[in-house]
């Protein structure tokens, strides 16, 4: 059986609305904007198995973005690692669901994060690794805009050049905002006071004069991301690859997109009665344009 | 038990020696360098097995986590600095990937303290035993001699957890242990007296042995423990030291807060309520000077451990 992966991606969202709403804690508009490139890495990409999580083969997943965990323990209890129902015990005294992605006490995260910067320096040493114990497994690390402001990514990114990891795969989710960020100028202001930017920019460029083979895509269209990591995986060239996923933080909620308050928020009953209206609604059209024409493929699960 | 003093070697040269034989022995085992390693003797990796030696430049944030994160497929890496850069520089890496993780990576802080071939207070380690025991899921190793540097890190390489080596760059350090194993955790008494407790670890081990040499003279019955592991402390051992004497002295190439001075003042306060008198470096930096210029600024040569002490004791 297959299943479209904006269905599943959708019913991700649902569930990270859903789970934040009920907890009445956690993060919103990062999640929001990483859960198209978790589906596809979780839902088509990567070589795992959910009911051997620790198969030493399998592609490796960093979460560097680690206030982001809520999309990935939605995706990984969709995906049948565990559960849906422990998605209830999110940030509780005592989960294995810590607020920050923590591997000693989710088996099936393969690496803990929260302090940003840090997670494709451990990618790298997973893709060294590799190649020293001549596995043929991919490390995939996704990391946001607001997160590259921090040193160690660049001290990381010379490294993985160096070693000519080829099987390490970076995606950064470049959501132009982070938790509050800068003013922009009068002449950049929208109507909407609200708006502050990141400052990332030229983020192609900086990657490409570091050595890296670059890709870059709408982070919201999966099948510019499925061709994207196909590619980054089948080329074996000795570079590193960086995909830039252009997204939308709060993506799929109107009233969070673009919005940096939404980082970090929990909704009210009204705003979350919108919310899921909002995303079944996305579910109900899809279902209609996908009778009218089924084209993305996913492998069975 | 007396000490009988053996031939010098290098601290650090036995550590490269030491750290080849591993690595030679077992290809999970890879090293990681600062762009220090020339001065360290981790070059000595990159010279007899190349292959486990990986050049991270200077970048010492990202050495840590790339550990990490080799640990995490099953390598056990071995990642060496000078001890102030491989510390405080890299805290926070050290606290999430690789304490919180439990990582099996061994931190290995070459020119610990003051001794550091005369490159003044930026390059002095004098806080590394504070804020690498206040990690939670960490053990902390400060060797007094190259052949307990030996058999230190074949007990490191047979542990599963991260492990921190606070090593000596000083040079003139006679063999004064003749243990071939080390147990982690375990402190050695070096002397057994009645008078006065010396409590020391790693560097300042030796300088001890030698101000006792002048308290005997003077009449005292001294009790020396040494203690090579700052986490977990051997509490017992402390204890008993503190039981079998009228003071309790300690000291360390160290700042006197942090260090083992405060262990062994929290330990006893606790446990068995002493006067601890902590012989370290106090809240002041350093400076550049030649080894001996700097120990004895800083009270911690033979006559000014032995002079701190009488002047305790006979006053």
């Keep these: 059986m297959s299943k479209q992966l904006i269905t599943i991606a959708t019913e991700i969202r649902k569930g990270i609305v859903e789970t934040v709403y009920r907890k009445q804690q956690g993060h919103l508009g990062g999640p929001l904007s990483v859960t198209d490139i978790l589906t596809a890495l979780y839902f088509h990409e990567m070589k795992v198995d959910p009911k051997n999580p620790g198969w030493e083969e399998r592609d490796r997943f960093i979460l560097s973005k680690g206030h982001s965990g809520i999309a990935q323990y939605v995706t990984l209890a969709k ?35 929260g302090s940003l910067g840090q997670g494709l320096s451990a990618g790298v040493g997973m893709a060294i690794a590799a190649k020293r114990l001549d596995k043929n497994f991919y490390t995939y690390v996704v990391i946001g ?23 390490l795969i970076g995606i950064l989710d470049l959501n132009g905002l982070q938790q509050f960020g800068w003013t922009v100028s009068d002449e950049e202001q929208s109507e909407d006071k609200r708006v502050r930017r990141a400052p990332e920019q030229r983020a192609l460029e900086k990657w490409q004069g570091f050595g890296w083979q670059t890709f870059e895509v709408d982070g919201h269209n999966f099948n510019q991301l499925l061709s994207a990591l196909q590619s980054a995986r089948t080329d074996k060239n000795g570079l590193p690859k960086m995909i830039i996923a252009h997204t939308v933080k709060g993506k799929g909620v109107s009233f969070m997109e673009n919005q940096y308050e939404w980082h970090s928020k929990s909704p009210t009953n009204k705003e979350y009665e919108q919310a899921m209206d909002e995303l079944n609604s996305i579910l109900l059209s899809f279902k209609s344009k996908q009778r ?3 084209s993305i493929e996913v492998k069975p699960s | 038990m007396t000490t009988t003093i053996g031939k010098v070697e290098s601290m650090r040269s036995v550590f490269g020696k030491k750290l080849a034989e591993i690595t030679q022995s077992d290809s999970m085992v890879v090293t990681l360098d600062g762009d220090l390693g020339n001065s360290t003797r981790l070059a000595t990796i990159e010279k007899e097995v190349p292959e486990a030696f990986y050049q991270m430049g200077i970048a010492e944030q990202n050495m840590i986590c790339v550990a990490a ?29 690789i304490d919180q993780t439990m990582a099996n990576v061994k931190l290995c802080g070459a020119y610990s303290g003051l001794l550091t071939s005369n490159t003044g207070k930026t390059h002095h380690s004098l806080d590394d035993i504070g804020l690498m025991t206040m990690l939670p899921n960490m053990t902390v190793i400060a060797p007094g001699d190259a052949n307990e540097t030996r058999a230190a890190m074949e007990a490191m390489y047979n542990y599963n957890g991260p492990v921190y080596i606070r090593l000596t760059r000083a040079e003139d350090i006679p063999n004064f242990t003749t243990d071939q194993s080390f147990t982690i955790g375990q402190g050695k008494v070096l002397e057994e007296g009645t008078d006065v407790a010396i409590i020391t670890t790693g560097s300042m081990t030796y300088q001890v042995i030698k101000a006792v040499k002048i308290l005997k003279n003077k009449g005292l019955s001294l009790y020396v423990l040494h203690l090579p592991t700052l986490k977990p402390i051997d509490s017992e051992a402390i204890i008993k030291a503190a039981k079998q004497t009228n003071y309790v002295f300690t000291v360390e190439e160290h700042y006197i807060r942090g260090g083992l001075g405060s262990i062994v003042a929290e330990l006893l306060s606790e446990e068995y309520p002493t006067t601890v008198i902590r012989i370290g470096v106090q809240n002041e930096y350093s400076e550049c000077g030649k080894n001996e210029s700097l120990l004895d600024k800083h009270g911690l040569t033979p006559e000014k451990i032995s002079g701190r002490i009488i002047s305790k004791v006979y006053n």
């Excluded at chain 2, 890496?77 to 999430?96: E, G, H």
Aim: with cysteine.
């Design chain 2, 69 to 97: 994160g080799m640990a995490s497929v099953g390598l056990q890496p071995w990642v060496c600095s000078f001890a102030t850069f491989l510390t405080k520089r890299t805290y926070d890496q050290l606290v999430v990937s």
């Design chain 1, 145 to 167: 805009d607001g997160e590259s402001q921090e040193g160690q990514i660049w001290e990381a990114v010379n490294i993985a050049q160096k070693y000519n990891l080829d099987n």
């Design chain 1, 292 to 294: 009218q024409n089924t």
């Design chain 1, 79 to 113: 995906k049948g690692y565990f559960p849906e129902e422990e998605l209830l015990t999110f940030d509780d005294l005592g989960t294995r669901l810590q607020a920050h992605p923590d591997m000693t006490k989710l088996p099936c995260l393969d690496f803990s994060t």
